[in-house]
Structures are given as structure tokens and as C-alpha cells.
């Protein structure tokens, strides 16, 4: 996993980290796939979780963002999809049980002050039960819990959830932003205005393409 944001999210970023340190206990991370909503929440999470960040970007060098590294954060747990054997699975679910584990460890006291963070992503893969079970820890957070949850197509959770959870919006790229990175990847620029056309916009899809 990224912790670190794509360009188009630096400043972004810095708005969301204040809003989320501060206002709500869950928020719902909006934006489009391809524009990188996803390394933007995590990108988020690990600024939450920073001990030293810079201008709101993780710093990267801290214990905090060594054991996020590491994959050992004492205080940070992610719900991904379960994609089966990449064969029998059409639509990736988040399952049940890892939610109850995911619950159980919020539960717990945070190892730092920061708190505990939980990442869902996206959230639209939470089966119903999944669903139902997080809706009831949002509705009674454990105190010094922040709950981030990345939807590119949010009109399909439930309901109830989206009421829980306060809405940020991720940017799109600007075209010439979009580009710029492109470049840094290696994409040929006689074909990034074309790919760019084809995917709508988004780099992250162009650079897949």
C-alpha cells in the first residue's frame, strides 16, 4: 500500500488531515479510481498517524510511518477485499469476519496518541452483513478512532452508512498535472493526450492502459 499522495493530492491533504483530526470520527472518502482516491485515503491515514508530518504529507522516517512501511502499525488495520483464487471470485467482498476483527482491534486502546485509524477500501465491497456489523460500530465509535472509507461509487452503500459518515472529496488532476506524472512514469508523450481521451481523464487507468 501508498502512503504517499499522488501530486494532484498534496493540497488536498493538508485540508482533509485538519478536518479529520478535529470534526468527525468517519468520513467518507470520495473520488474516481483512476484519479487515485484510494492512495489519497491511505495517504491520509498515514498522515493522521504521522508523528512528525510535513505540511501534512507523512513524513516517512518516523516510527509511525516505518511500522505502516513495515505493515506492522500497532494502531492502523485495513479491510481490502477478499479476491478468492482470481478465478471462482467475479465481486470481491469484504467478509464478515475480517470486519469483527477489524471492530474488535478498534476497540482496543491506541498503542500512541494519535489514535487508531481504519482504512475500507472501498467500502462498496462490504457484503451486507459486513455492512450491518460496521454500521454499529460507526453509529458508537470507541473514543480517538478515526474510520475512512473510500467509495468511487458512494450511491451504493447503505444508506444508513453514508449518514454516519461525513464526505470529502478527492480532486481530479488538472490535464497538464496528469501528464506531468504520466512523464515521470515513462509514458511516451505522443500517446498520453490519447490515453488520457480514452480513460477519461484518469492517470491512474491511463498509466494501467
Given at each position: 500500500?501508498?502512503?504517499q499522495p499522488?501530486?494532484?493530492?498534496?493540497?488536498?491533504l493538508?485540508?482533509?488531515r485538519?478536518?479529520a483530526?478535529?470534526h468527525h470520527?468517519?468520513w467518507?472518502?470520495?473520488?474516481?479510481?483512476?484519479?487515485?482516491?484510494?492512495?489519497?485515503a491511505?495517504a491520509?491515514a498515514?498522515?493522521l498517524?504521522?508523528?512528525?508530518?510535513?505540511?501534512?504529507?507523512?513524513?516517512g522516517?518516523?516510527p509511525s510511518?516505518?511500522?505502516l512501511a513495515?505493515d506492522?502499525?500497532?494502531d492502523f488495520?485495513?479491510?481490502?477485499?477478499?479476491?478468492g483464487?482470481?478465478?471462482?471470485v467475479?465481486l470481491p467482498?469484504?467478509?464478515?469476519?475480517?470486519?469483527?476483527?477489524?471492530?474488535?482491534?478498534?476497540?482496543l486502546?491506541?498503542?500512541?496518541?494519535?489514535?487508531?485509524v481504519?482504512?475500507?477500501?472501498p467500502a462498496t465491497?462490504?457484503a451486507?452483513?459486513s455492512?450491518?456489523?460496521?454500521l454499529?460500530?460507526l453509529?458508537?465509535?470507541?473514543?480517538n478512532?478515526r474510520?475512512?472509507?473510500?467509495?468511487?461509487?458512494?450511491?451504493?452503500?447503505?444508506?444508513t452508512?453514508?449518514?454516519?459518515a461525513?464526505k470529502?472529496?478527492v480532486?481530479?488532476p488538472?490535464?497538464a498535472?496528469?501528464?506531468?506524472w504520466?512523464?515521470?512514469?515513462g509514458?511516451?508523450?505522443?500517446?498520453m493526450?490519447?490515453?488520457l481521451q480514452?480513460?477519461r481523464?484518469?492517470p491512474?487507468?491511463?498509466?494501467?492502459?
Amino acid at each position: 500500500m501508498n502512503f504517499q499522495p499522488l501530486p494532484w493530492q498534496v493540497e488536498w491533504l493538508s485540508h482533509a488531515r485538519n478536518m479529520a483530526s478535529s470534526h468527525h470520527h468517519a468520513w467518507l472518502i470520495v473520488g474516481r479510481t483512476g484519479d487515485g482516491v484510494g492512495q489519497a485515503a491511505a495517504a491520509l491515514a498515514a498522515s493522521l498517524l504521522c508523528l512528525q508530518p510535513r505540511h501534512s504529507v507523512a513524513c516517512g522516517e518516523c516510527p509511525s510511518c516505518r511500522w505502516l512501511a513495515g505493515d506492522v502499525h500497532p494502531d492502523f488495520r485495513s479491510l481490502l477485499p477478499d479476491l478468492g483464487d482470481g478465478e471462482t471470485v467475479k465481486l470481491p467482498t469484504i467478509k464478515i469476519d475480517a470486519v469483527r476483527e477489524a471492530l474488535e482491534f478498534m476497540q482496543l486502546s491506541a498503542a500512541a496518541e494519535r489514535g487508531r485509524v481504519l482504512l475500507v477500501d472501498p467500502a462498496t465491497a462490504l457484503a451486507r452483513e459486513s455492512a450491518n456489523a460496521l454500521l454499529k460500530a460507526l453509529e458508537e465509535p470507541p473514543p480517538n478512532t478515526r474510520w475512512l472509507l473510500v467509495a468511487a461509487q458512494p450511491e451504493r452503500l447503505l444508506p444508513t452508512i453514508r449518514s454516519r459518515a461525513l464526505k470529502i472529496a478527492v480532486p481530479r488532476p488538472s490535464l497538464a498535472a496528469a501528464k506531468s506524472w504520466l512523464h515521470e512514469q515513462g509514458v511516451n508523450p505522443s500517446s498520453m493526450d490519447s490515453l488520457l481521451q480514452q480513460t477519461r481523464g484518469e492517470p491512474l487507468t491511463a498509466l494501467a492502459a
